[in-house]
C-alpha cells in the first residue's frame, strides 16, 4: 500500500509519483475516468498496475492516496 | 574529438575491466553513453543506489544534505547538530551560501551549535543535554526565530527522542523548534538528507501561520525555491524576476527566513531551481496551497531567456511584455560578452561531475561560450534528473552515475578534457594531471554565475582557468623538448 502523489504534468497526462521511491510514472490506462466515478485499476508507463478506491466524483489534482499494488 | 555512442561504449568497458567481475558488472549499470531519444531512464542506467565497498564514492551523507544544503542556509534559525562536534563544525561556512544581516541578530547561519556529545551521553542518552541546550539558545540568542535539530548518526543508534523534546521545548520557549532525523546512515547519499528536510519543514514549519492573514499579496507573487543563494546566485535571479514585475515572496532557502517560509502560500508560483533537493516541498506546496511550481534554469542568455519567458507565461501581459524588454535590454551586454571569450574558448571540451542538478542546467552556459560537454554525471541524481538530462547532452557523451574516483581520473586521461568541472574532493588530483578544473558546487570560490549578471563572471572565470598560462608550464624544464636556442648552446 504505498503513499503516493497524482498529479497533472506540464503536457497535462496524469502522473503518480511513490513518495518513498520518489519515483515518478504516467499513467497510461485508468478504469474510471469519468464522471460517476474516477479511480479504480491504473496502469502506468513502466508496465506496472496499481488500484486506486474509486472516488464518487473526480477529485481536486494533486492528491496524495495510498493506492494498492497489482 | 567528439566519440560516437560506440567509441564511449567502448571506453566504458576498457575502464570497467580492472573491476572484479561482480563489481564491473554492478557499476556497468551505472554508466552509459547519451541517447538524446530515450525519455525514460529507467531502463538504461541506474542511480540512486548504494555505493559498492571498496570504491572511492564522492558522497556524501543525510546530514550533509539536510543540515547542509537544505536547513543550512536558512538564516534567523539556529540549527544546532546534535551529537559529535565534528559534523556541525566541518559543515559550518564552507558552502558560501550568501547571507544579509547581523550575526547573532538576525543571522545565525554561521554559528555552529552542537550538543558535543561525549561517551556518557551515548551511553545515557543525550534528551536531556538537547532541552538544555534549546533553553540556553534561547537565552543567548532571543531573537531567534526557530531552532532546528539536526540529528547526527549516534542519535538515532541509541534511539533518543527528539520529537518529544523538540514538542517540549517549543512550548517552554514559544517558538518552532524542528527536529530533522537526518542520521547520516540514512539512505545512499545527501539526497535522502534532502528529504527528510523537506518533510520536517512540511510537518513542523509551514503550517505554522495558516491561520495569519496579515501578509498582503499581489497577484505577481513568486518563490525561489532551490537557489541556495551560492556566491549570490539568488540575487542575481531576484533581481531578473523583480525587472519583469514579479515579487520575489520567498526565498528557499539562500538567504531565506522562517517567516518567508511561512507566508510562501500566498505565493502564485513557484519557481523551482534545483529540482533535486527542493521537488518535494514543491509537490506539497502545489497539492496543499494549490501553488503550481515550475523548473527554470538561469544558467546562460540563451537558457535564461527561454525561462524568463516560461515564466511570463504564467502570467498577464505586462509581465510577458516586461520579459521580453529585459531579455532585449540585456542581449548587447550578452553579445559583447559571448563576443569577446567565444573566440578564446570556441571548441573547449568540458566534463562535468557535479550533485544532482548542475551537470544539465549549466550545458547552456557552456554551450553559450561554444563550448562542447563531452561527460556529464551527477553523485546523487535519481532517475528523473537522469531523464532530465538526455536531452541536453550530444549523442554519445559519455554518462557516469556516481563515478568513483578511479573512473573519474581514468575517463579523463582518456578523453582528455579541456576542463573539468567538479568539487573539491576532484580539485587536486585533476590539478596535478596538468588538467584546468573549476569546483562547480560553490564555485570556486567565485560567484554568482545565476542570472545575466552571473554568466559575465562565469565567462570570465572559465577563460582565466582554461588559458592561465599555468598549464603550459606543467612539464619539468629538462623533460621540455630543447628549443633553437639551448640546441645552439648545447652544439
Known amino acids: ?70 | 574529438m567528439t566519440m560516437n555512442r560506440q567509441e564511449t561504449e567502448q571506453l566504458i568497458q576498457e575502464v570497467l575491466e580492472v573491476y572484479p567481475e561482480a563489481t564491473g558488472k554492478q557499476r556497468a549499470k551505472h554508466l552509459m553513453a547519451n541517447d538524446p531519444t530515450i525519455e525514460k531512464s529507467s531502463k538504461c542506467i541506474v542511480a540512486n543506489k548504494k555505493a559498492l565497498p571498496g570504491v572511492m564514492t564522492a558522497r556524501g551523507c543525510a546530514y550533509a544534505g539536510a543540515k547542509g544544503v537544505v536547513w543550512g542556509p536558512v538564516k534567523d534559525v539556529a540549527n544546532i547538530s546534535h551529537g559529535p562536534v565534528g559534523c556541525g563544525q566541518f559543515s559550518r561556512a564552507g558552502r558560501r551560501n550568501y547571507i544579509t544581516g547581523h550575526s547573532g541578530v538576525n543571522v545565525f547561519a554561521d554559528m555552529n551549535f552542537t550538543s558535543d556529545f561525549q561517551e556518557k551521553d551515548v551511553v545515557f542518552g543525550g534528551d536531556k543535554k538537547l532541552a538544555k541546550l534549546i533553553a540556553e539558545i534561547d537565552t543567548l540568542f532571543p531573537l531567534v526565530k526557530g531552532i532546528t535539530v539536526q540529528s547526527e548518526c549516534p542519535i538515532g543508534l541509541i534511539g533518543d527522542d527528539i520529537e518529544a523534546v523538540a514538542k517540549k521545548s517549543a512550548k517552554d520557549i514559544g517558538k518552532t523548534v524542528v527536529p530533522v532525523r537526518c542520521e547520516g546512515f540514512r539512505g545512499v547519499s545527501q539526497s535522502l538528507g534532502h528529504h527528510v528536510a523537506n518533510d520536517s519543514l512540511r510537518d513542523w514549519v509551514l503550517h505554522n501561520r495558516d491561520d495569519d492573514d496579515s501578509f498582503e499579496s499581489t497577484p505577481y507573487d513568486v518563490a525561489i525555491t532551490g537557489d541556495y543563494n551560492i556566491g549570490g546566485d539568488a540575487w542575481s535571479s531576484r533581481v531578473l524576476m523583480e525587472e519583469i514585475g514579479l515579487r520575489v515572496i520567498a526565498q528557499w532557502s539562500g538567504d531565506g527566513s522562517m517567516p518567508e517560509m511561512q507566508t510562501t502560500r500566498h505565493a502564485k508560483l513557484n519557481l523551482l531551481h534545483c529540482y533535486r533537493s527542493m521537488n518535494y516541498i514543491s509537490r506539497h506546496l502545489e497539492e496543499k496551497y494549490g501553488i503550481p511550481y515550475l523548473e527554470y534554469n538561469f544558467f546562460g542568455p540563451t537558457q535564461i531567456a527561454t525561462s524568463l519567458r516560461k515564466i511570463a507565461s504564467f502570467f498577464d501581459e505586462t509581465i510577458q511584455e516586461n520579459a521580453e524588454r529585459a531579455i532585449a535590454r540585456h542581449q548587447p551586454t550578452m553579445e559583447a560578452i559571448i563576443a569577446k571569450y567565444r573566440p578564446r574558448l570556441e571548441g573547449k571540451r568540458v566534463m562535468l561531475f557535479v550533485g544532482g542538478l548542475r551537470p544539465r542546467h549549466i550545458i547552456g552556459a557552456y554551450e553559450d561560450l561554444g563550448m562542447e560537454i563531452i561527460g556529464a554525471g551527477y553523485e546523487f541524481a535519481h532517475n528523473d534528473d537522469y531523464d532530465r538530462t538526455f536531452k541536453e547532452l550530444q549523442d554519445g557523451a559519455l554518462i557516469y552515475d556516481d563515478a568513483t574516483s578511479f573512473e573519474l581520473e581514468a575517463f579523463v586521461e582518456r578523453l582528455k578534457p579541456d576542463l573539468i568541472g567538479s568539487g573539491i574532493k576532484e580539485k587536486y588530483v585533476f590539478h596535478k594531471m596538468g588538467i584546468p578544473f573549476r569546483q562547480m558546487h560553490s564555485w570556486d570560490y567565485s560567484g554568482p554565475y545565476h542570472g545575466y549578471d552571473g554568466f559575465a563572471i562565469f565567462a570570465r572565470d572559465m577563460d582565466m582557468t582554461i588559458n592561465n598560462p599555468c598549464w603550459k608550464n606543467m612539464q619539468a624544464p629538462w623533460k621540455q623538448p630543447m628549443n633553437a636556442e639551448a640546441a645552439r648552446a648545447a652544439a
Open chain 1, 1 to 70: 500500500m504505498p503513499n503516493v502523489m497524482l498529479r497533472n504534468n506540464a503536457a497535462g497526462e496524469l502522473v503518480l509519483y511513490i513518495t518513498k521511491k520518489d519515483h515518478e510514472e504516467t499513467v497510461v490506462s485508468l478504469e474510471h475516468a469519468g464522471p460517476g466515478a474516477w479511480g479504480g485499476e491504473m496502469q502506468l508507463s513502466d508496465g506496472s498496475r496499481f488500484y486506486l478506491e474509486p472516488f464518487a466524483q473526480t477529485p481536486k489534482l494533486p492528491l496524495s492516496v495510498r493506492v494498492k499494488r497489482l
